[in-house]
């Protein structure tokens, strides 16, 4: 089993910059392939970025391309968000995820909001 706890979601103008921080445990964290998604209200979840144990490769969305950067730190067991020049449809609730396999999420946090006022 693994437990997920998001933090650093908060209130953002437009351009600003958020930094998300997720904490893992109960697993060897090295192993797992690390998830963001976000939904936002009245949408389904959507993936937002992935980096991959081992090599540490990463994947976006499209729409985050080259203003996020999903990172992650295996000495601290956290994965990291950094969200730049934030527009208002970046505006949801931000879920960290982990798995075993690739595409496959078994676990997931709670959430935290992120909003970006215009």
């Known amino acids: 089993q693994v437990q997920l706890v998001e933090s650093g979601g908060g209130l953002v103008q437009v351009g600003g910059s958020l930094r998300l921080s997720c904490a893992a445990s109960?697993?060897?964290?090295?192993?797992?392939?690390m998830g963001w998604f976000r939904q936002a209200p009245g949408k389904e979840r959507e993936f937002v970025a992935a980096i991959i144990w081992g090599a540490g490769n990463t994947v976006y969305a499209d729409s985050v391309k080259g203003r996020f950067t999903i990172s992650r730190d295996n000495a601290k067991n956290t994965v990291y968000l950094q969200m730049n020049s934030l527009k208002p449809e970046d505006t949801a609730v931000y879920y960290c995820?982990?798995?075993?396999?690739?595409?496959?999420?078994?676990?997931w946090g709670q959430g935290t909001q992120v909003t970006v006022s215009s």
């Open positions: 109960g697993r060897t964290f090295s192993n797992l392939n």
């Open positions: 995820a982990a798995g075993l396999k690739i595409a496959t999420w078994e676990y």
